[in-house]
């Protein structure tokens, strides 16, 4: 079988990605049934790398002598069903971990603003709970979109579609139509909403949502900011900027994000429709409420089912402990320059330390996971081959991504620590304040309050 210390010169600087999918050094050997010489373009593509011009593009395998040659693009590897010689089940594409093997996908509506975005998705891939990124684009032009192919050629755990529709009746109907279509492919049991503009300061936010988020409490998140103005309704919705929804409860109630479905609910024209009300959060806040999911706040009893609030939004650049969000980024850009241009300066330093904050978590990540010090539980919980709950509806059970436990690879914490446990006794935790695994290695980087 080939190996890295036989690689042919054309494949010189992908190592590092074959040695991470070893499922793409088999299929580069030339005798394995699905070897192609194309392949070493698709891995060279995956390292960063340029094209090798003397290695031959890839073709799928014709189904029938009568059918044409299929020619995969770069772009095209990871898109699902796999074409030509495919596996037994095409249509669950080619990556190792697929997506509903996360127990939460992010949600990000986009549009224009890619260096945002990268700075966003770099700091959820780096939290204690790593989510599967899910990005709509909402009609970005040529030289951005170009951008987004490139980012999600890089990634295995990003997709990205993209809406181009030639008009909308309310300014806010791009970003309900993306959601539908983001809920619709989302195939995790959880689901995070937020935007281009939330950056988080909390590694473990994610994670923190998900433990509060369930059957009873299908939605939590900021409640949005006040339309007093206009109505009294506002204060029963969840904002959706960092917000949490449990999947299976959103489907079973039939909740939606669309607009025109809340200006039916409320019997208000579209000429009625203005001043914030209806916007993007109204539907799904009255699904919830007329579903028989009051909205309670944090610290309050829950006392039935509800949506839990765990602060408010405001209208304007909104901080906390948890999260900065400089509000309506993309909207300024589009429709209030002025705004925009005088919070130009905010929102680099934001970018900037949001990537700061990325790349300390991460290798903070990096150093407990070799440290003597981490005890096995998170050693269990932060296991790569950790998958979501199992199906079968015990809340103690989870899915081995590596095919370890029961007949249907179902594992509980216990065989996880078991696993993960080595021989020798564990250190003891350092506790004395201010040691490196005790403090927040972005804690310098927060701003002081506006």
């Given amino acids: 079988m080939l190996s890295i210390d036989s690689l042919p010169k054309s494949l010189a600087g992908c190592e590092a990605v074959l040695l991470g999918a070893p499922r793409y050094l088999e299929l580069l050997d030339p005798e394995h049934p699905d070897y192609h010489p194309g392949y070493t373009n698709l891995v060279r593509a995956q390292a960063g790398l340029a094209p090798d011009p003397l290695a031959p593009a890839y073709r799928a395998p ?7 040659e299929i020619v995969l693009e770069p772009s095209d590897r990871f898109v699902a069903p796999i074409r030509g010689n495919a596996p037994e089940k095409p249509w669950q594409g080619i990556l190792g971990r697929k997506p509903w093997q996360y127990r939460v996908t992010a949600v990000i509506v986009h549009m224009d603003t890619p260096e945002l975005l990268e700075a966003v998705l770099a700091t959820l891939r780096a939290q204690t709970l790593r989510p599967y990124l899910l990005v709509v684009d909402t009609g970005s032009l040529a030289v951005n979109r170009r951008k987004l192919e490139q980012l999600e050629q890089k990634h295995e755990d990003l997709e990205i579609h993209y809406l181009r529709s030639k008009g909308y009746q309310h300014s806010s109907e791009p970003i309900t139509a993306a959601n539908d279509l983001a809920f619709s492919l989302a195939q995790t049991e959880f689901v995070y909403s937020t935007h281009v503009d939330v950056f988080l300061r ?32 506002w204060w029963h919705c969840l904002g959706h900027s960092a917000t949490c929804y449990h999947l299976p409860t959103w489907r079973k109630i039939g909740a939606s994000w669309s607009l025109a479905r809340a200006r039916e609910r409320l019997g208000l024209t579209l000429q009625e ?17 007329d579903a028989g999911f009051p909205i309670r706040t944090l610290g309050e009893p829950a006392g039935g089912p509800s949506v839990l609030a765990i602060g408010d939004e405001i209208n304007d650049v909104q901080e906390d402990d948890n999260l900065v969000h400089v509000r309506s980024t993309t909207s300024h850009k589009l429709y209030q320059p002025a705004t925009s241009m005088a919070r130009a300066e905010r929102l680099r330093r934001e970018v900037a330390a949001a990537w700061k904050r990325a790349e300390k978590w991460s290798e903070l990540d990096q150093r407990l996971l070799a440290s003597p010090y981490l005890g096995p539980i998170e050693r269990a919980k932060r296991c790569e081959h950790r998958g979501p709950k199992a199906q079968c509806g015990c809340n103690e ?25 080595s021989a020798e006794p564990l250190t003891a935790m350092p506790t004395a304040p201010g040691s490196a695994l005790d403090s927040d290695p972005a804690e310098d980087l927060r701003p002081a309050p506006a």
Avoid: I
Wanted: charge should be negative; hydrophobic fraction near 30%; charged fraction near 25%.
């Fill in 62 to 68: 014709r189904s029938h002598p009568a059918e044409p």
């Fill in 202 to 233: 909390r590694r473990d936010f994610l994670e923190w949502l998900v433990s509060l988020c369930g059957p009873e409490t299908p939605a939590v998140g900021y409640r949005m900011s006040s339309r007093q103005w206009k109505t009294d309704l």
């Fill in 273 to 289: 429709s203005d001043w914030g009300w209806p916007d993007t959060e109204t539907a799904p806040g009255l699904c919830f409420r």
């Fill in 397 to 421: 059970l989870y899915t081995c991504l590596a095919g370890k436990g029961d007949s249907q690879a179902r594992v509980s914490l216990n065989d996880c620590v078991a696993c993960v446990t």
